[in-house]
């Protein structure tokens, strides 16, 4: 029977919103829907698995998949399989020998080039979230293709074509993968969309994942208030698109250290049994409150909690979590030869999933291990290691974390170009406020009790983090963080005041000589009469005064 594209379109938005209901009557009611019998449990399981119901979940999608082979169509089957292996990421297997399917799903992923384009999005979808829930995201990446081409963000969709499940799995992926300000975009369509139709459970959900982004993109000014729209502490969720509202902002508080507000809001999510979780997101938030209850002392307490792991440790979707508790408490307990081994063994298997940011973090305990076991070169090559991980670019919470164990261990690596002002310290802020005010190098040192070599040091991490190469470009990307502004200048000539502001700019007197299409001899005898009217001197003062008095009067 082939497949009826806008019921199919349809069956997945309801099963994406966990309305069993609604998937039923469409999928299984009258008949007069033209809807295979196979795909209609395929996607009636996946709409048990959104509710929630993660056992009615295997049985629905496992016998979608036995109707399907039995029928012997593949497209319908490629629907079967991937709901099945869905819903095997809801529940703990008791066989550590089982497989979730998901090899033989891969092995047909072939499949995909036969369908038809109208229904090609929503068999992608279906793949990629099986891969998602198994924690195979490189698998993922593959299948859902160029990030930018995923239909939802450009393709203006609208009604049935278009449900914001679909359009949030490439935000999911790269905020798993560490790159979270890429996914912004991604977010805001999905939003509108789920804005647009009026679903109040899918709106708060990618607000929560918008939160949690911002976080890890280090801006973490609106979590509180976000905090507070989103999660009422008194109500536990009712299904797992609910229960990932609490997850998500969960996420954002562990990313920020703040362990026990994460630990309260995961109590309050269903903690520790967490019954509307899947179980890899069950390990996460299973991993945080043993963080919690390490930080305030109770490492019995930890180890209580952490029994509640051992029976997701053969769950692929989960391993690396589970590994990943276990070493925090060997760290706290010292058994730090244990910790830097299981860290070890997690971080390949993070790695070769495409897992990123699960890797970044067993890499840090495993350092925080090495250091204490007096390792300290070999912790700081595994911080610098994960530091400059491609994969987890864009991510500012790990890149603080890690920043903060190379400094305990006396190392300051240089800051990632054009990671701003947020990568300074505090001291090298102090420094780039006085040379945006145009103080040389020996009147900071004299000013904050420096040697002039440690300066010069701050000096060249603040050029980094700025992305510039001239000092006296410092003052146009620090507006906003600096002082008052100095007193307004004297007059300049036409030729001079251009000549400011392409110093301004950060150019040198050469390129500035070609712009304004004079002598370099020109443009040294009108920055030095700039210098002499202004009493200014260096060229970064000549910058900074530009900047605090951008419309200057001019001599004619």
Not at 423 to 434: D, F, K, M, N, Q
Request: hydrophobic letters at 50%.
């Amino acid at each position: 029977m082939p497949i009826d594209t806008t019921t199919c379109w349809q069956l997945t938005a309801a099963a994406c919103r966990g309305d069993v209901a609604l998937v039923a009557a469409l999928g299984t009611g009258s008949g007069r829907h033209n809807v295979d019998p196979a795909l209609a449990l395929a996607l009636l399981g996946a709409a048990e698995f959104a509710a929630g119901e993660f056992e009615r979940a295997v049985i629905t999608t496992e016998r979608a998949r036995l109707t399907a082979l039995e029928a012997g169509d593949t497209e319908v089957l490629h629907f079967a399989l991937s709901f099945r292996v869905l819903a095997s990421a809801g529940v703990v297997w008791e066989d550590p020998t089982a497989d979730d399917g998901f090899p033989d799903l891969w092995a047909r992923r072939g499949v995909l080039d036969s369908f038809d384009p109208s229904i090609l999005p929503l068999a992608r979808f279906a793949f990629v979230e099986a891969a998602f829930a198994t924690g195979r995201f490189d698998e993922a990446a593959e299948v859902l293709g160029p990030i930018g081409e995923v239909v939802g963000v450009d393709a203006g969709l609208s009604g049935i074509h278009a449900f914001p499940a679909l359009v949030l799995q490439p935000a999911r992926l790269l905020m798993f993968r560490g790159d979270a300000s890429s996914a912004a975009p991604h977010l805001e369509a999905a939003a509108a969309i789920a804005r647009e139709q009026g679903d109040e459970v899918w709106v708060r959900a990618i607000a929560s994942a918008a939160a949690f982004a911002a976080v890890l993109g280090g801006e973490s000014g609106h979590l509180d208030q976000a905090e507070r729209d989103l999660i009422d502490p008194t109500q536990a969720p009712r299904g797992y698109i609910e229960a990932a509202v609490f997850a998500f902002i969960a996420y954002a508080r562990a990313g920020l250290g703040q362990w026990a507000r994460a630990e309260a809001i995961l109590l309050a999510a269903g903690g520790p049994a967490f019954p509307f979780m899947q179980v890899a997101d069950r390990a996460m938030c299973t991993d945080i409150l043993i963080a919690a209850a390490i930080e305030r002392g109770d490492l019995e307490g930890a180890e209580r909690i952490a029994t509640e792991l051992l029976p997701l440790i053969v769950h692929p979707g989960a391993q690396v979590l589970v590994e990943q508790a276990f070493a925090r408490i060997d760290v706290a307990r010292g058994r730090m030869t244990e910790a830097a081994e299981r860290a070890a063994i997690a971080g390949a298997r993070a790695e070769l999933a495409g897992r990123y940011r699960d890797a970044a973090h067993v890499r840090m305990l495993r350092a925080r291990a090495l250091a204490a076991l007096g390792q300290a070169e070999e912790a700081v090559h595994e911080n610098l290691s994960t530091l400059r991980d491609p994969g987890i670019t864009g991510d500012r919470g790990i890149e603080r974390q890690v920043r903060r164990q190379l400094r305990q261990l006396g190392h300051r690596p240089r800051p990632t170009p054009g990671s701003g002002w947020g990568a300074l310290s505090a001291r090298e802020r102090e420094v780039a406020t006085l040379v945006a005010g145009g103080a040389s190098n020996r009147v900071i040192a004299s000013t904050l009790f420096l040697s002039e070599r440690t300066v010069e040091g701050h000096v060249s991490r603040i050029l980094a983090a700025l992305a510039i190469t001239s000092r006296s470009g410092i003052p146009a990307l620090t507006l906003g963080h600096l002082g008052a502004p100095i007193v307004p200048v004297p007059a300049l000539t036409p030729r001079q005041q251009a000549t400011a502001e392409l110093v301004a700019t950060g150019l040198g007197n050469a390129e500035i000589a070609r712009r304004l299409d004079v002598s370099v001899k020109t443009v040294e005898k009108n920055v030095s009469e700039i210098l002499r009217r202004c009493g200014l001197t260096s060229r970064t003062g000549i910058a900074r005064m530009i900047i605090d008095a951008p419309v200057l009067e001019i001599e004619t």
